[in-house]
């Protein structure tokens, strides 16, 4: 069973740093894609960092410039680090990655359970 686990989030002050860390686990065959959505009450979930198959990243127009997506495919993990950070990137930070495994044919999307980033004004 695939599994992907955050970790990171927290309070932050305005302006200020954190970092996400997510790893997959369980019994797969290769991780296609890797990266981060977000989520705030009454809104759709949106991507905010992306690592695609082909190395290129792709980030939410408002992140960018503050915000770094990176992937180790040795460890099956990404991360996301966060800087000037604003009220406004308050949400439940979720890992998403397209695996494919034994158990299944052709790649699906996982989802992590999500971590809460808040950050204070």
């Known amino acids: 069973q695939v599994q992907l686990v955050e970790s990171g989030g927290g309070l932050v002050q305005a302006g200020g740093s954190l970092g996400l860390s997510c790893a997959a686990s369980?019994?797969?065959?290769?991780?296609?894609?890797m990266g981060w959505f977000r989520e705030t009450p009454g809104n759709q979930r949106e991507l905010v960092a992306y690592?695609?198959?082909?190395?290129?990243?792709d980030y939410l127009d408002s992140v960018k410039g503050r915000f770094a997506v990176s992937r180790d495919n040795a460890k099956n993990t990404v991360a996301l680090q966060m800087n000037t950070l604003k009220p406004e990137d308050t949400a439940v930070y979720y890992c998403?990655?397209?695996?494919?495994?034994?158990?299944?044919?052709?790649?699906?999307?996982?989802w992590g359970k999500g971590t809460l980033v808040t950050v204070g004004s």
């Open positions: 690592v695609w198959s082909d190395g290129s990243t």
């Open positions: 369980g019994n797969f065959i290769a991780i296609i894609n």
């Open positions: 998403k990655a397209m695996i494919t495994s034994s158990d299944a044919v052709g790649a699906l999307n996982y």
